[in-house]
């Protein structure tokens, strides 16, 4: 059998960081999906919210460098979970645990174009590119950077 699914939406609030009594990390938070097709009477697209819940490194890195408004794109599992209101009522929810967590744009097209602690792309932003551990990378050799203007042959 198969439990897969993929969301992507912005947040609606600033993720929190917990921990379990054992001291396992663990967050969830919530995304505002927009459905594909509009609602014939308003015209307008209808969002559903969906919980998201994330456990050890990925609730870390989530809390790290996600904030509200920002978009995510979520990969793990559905689950439905039983519990008890506090009228002894049972309910239900259906939430996502996600394995993975991506950016679903890029730092520019963020919801509120403020610096929201992301890494910068390909590493340090110094005048030489960084590989690990701050190491130059080596610049390759024999390689010519093809200009827009330049109609080269195609080996396929």
């Not at 645990?97 to 919801?111: E, I, L, P, Q, T």
Request: charged share 30%; net charge negative.
């Amino acid at each position: 059998m198969l439990n897969r699914i993929i969301v992507m939406g912005r947040l609606v609030r600033d993720p929190e960081l917990r921990a379990t009594q054992s001291g396992v990390s663990v967050t969830s938070f919530t995304l505002a999906v927009d459905r594909d097709f509009k609602n014939r009477d308003s015209g307008e697209k209808n969002t559903d919210f969906i919980d998201v819940v994330a456990w050890r490194q990925t609730a870390e890195f989530i809390c790290k460098y996600f904030s509200k408004g920002r978009m995510a794109v979520a990969e793990g599992r559905l689950q439905i979970r039983e519990w008890k209101d506090r009228d002894g009522n049972n309910r239900r929810t259906a939430e996502v645990v996600a394995d993975n967590v991506y950016f679903g744009d890029s730092k520019r097209d963020g919801a509120s174009g403020d610096s929201y602690g992301t890494p910068p792309p390909y590493g340090n932003p110094v005048s030489a590119p960084m590989g690990g551990y701050g190491a130059p990378i080596a610049e390759p050799s024999g390689f010519k950077e093809i200009g827009d203007d330049e109609d080269g042959d195609l080996p396929f």
